[in-house]
Antibody
Framework: QLVESGGGLVQPGGSLRVSCVASGFTLSNHEMNWVRQAPGRGLEWISHISSSGASTYYADSVRGRFTISRDIAKNSVFLQMNSLRVEDTAIYYC????????????WGQGALVTVSS | QMAQSPSSLSASVGDRVTITCRASEGIGSFLAWYQQKAGKAPKLLIYAASILQSGVPSRFSGSSSGTEFTLAISNLQPEDVGTYYCQKYNSAPYTFGPGTKLEIK
């Protein structure tokens, strides 16, 4: 399973780090992603890290502000969010990609991030 | 870009409904369908355009023709209420469709 933590209320321009702890599988065998959902809106993929950790990808909406990383020893994935904007308010889901077909097969319960003054 | 239609639909228990997703470029079979119920995380239904995820009822099915993909739900049940999303995962960005909200009459 995947369990996110670290959500909360932050002011515009501030920073926050969301964490995701994986259990029951090894991160080094899977690509991992972050997907967010603003209130009342659809799903938006925002970041990806390869199984080796060597490659990362970002949506245009967060590139240059957000950074995905992982700690294999802690079996954890992180999303560091800087220069936060009101429009970054959303539930942030940690999502595993299948190690064969690469579809998103396991989702966390989500962490709510609210950006407001 | 992933175009999805309709944006909403209402059907009766026992009906068959279809949702269509169109990719703006070729994505092979790298297309998945997810169901999201209110207040819950999305749940994988179908991957590789037509492979049913383990544990998903067989009344759900997926098909494709070129860049057009279809999710069909036969014998609609009350628990099928929710929002359905398609997603391409051939390469980043792993774009989701805008969603289809399904209601029961």
């Amino acid at each position: 399973q995947l369990v996110e933590s670290g959500g909360g209320l932050v002011q515009p321009g501030g920073s926050l780090r969301v964490s995701c702890v994986a259990s029951g599988f090894t991160l080094s065998n899977h690509e991992m992603n972050w997907v967010r959902q603003a209130p009342g809106r659809g799903l938006e993929w925002i970041s990806h890290i390869s199984s080796s950790g060597a490659s990362t990808y970002y949506a245009d909406s967060v590139r240059g502000r957000f950074t995905i990383s992982r700690d294999i020893a802690k079996n954890s994935v992180f999303l560091q969010m800087n220069s936060l904007r009101v429009e970054d308010t959303a539930i942030y889901y940690c999502v595993r990609a299948d190690d064969g077909y690469l579809h998103f097969d396991l989702w966390g319960q989500g962490a709510l991030v609210t950006v407001s003054s | 870009q992933m175009a999805q239609s309709p944006s909403s639909l209402s059907a009766s228990v026992g009906d068959r409904v279809t949702i269509t997703c169109r990719a703006s470029e070729g994505i092979g079979s790298f297309l998945a369908w997810y169901q999201q119920k209110a207040g819950k995380a999305p749940k994988l239904l179908i991957y590789a355009a037509s492979i049913l995820q383990s544990g998903v009822p067989s009344r759900f099915s997926g098909s494709s023709s070129g860049t057009e993909f279809t999710l069909a739900i036969s014998n609609l049940q009350p628990e099928d209420v929710g929002t359905y999303y398609c997603q391409k995962y051939n390469s980043a960005p792993y774009t989701f469709g805008p969603g289809t909200k399904l209601e029961i009459k």
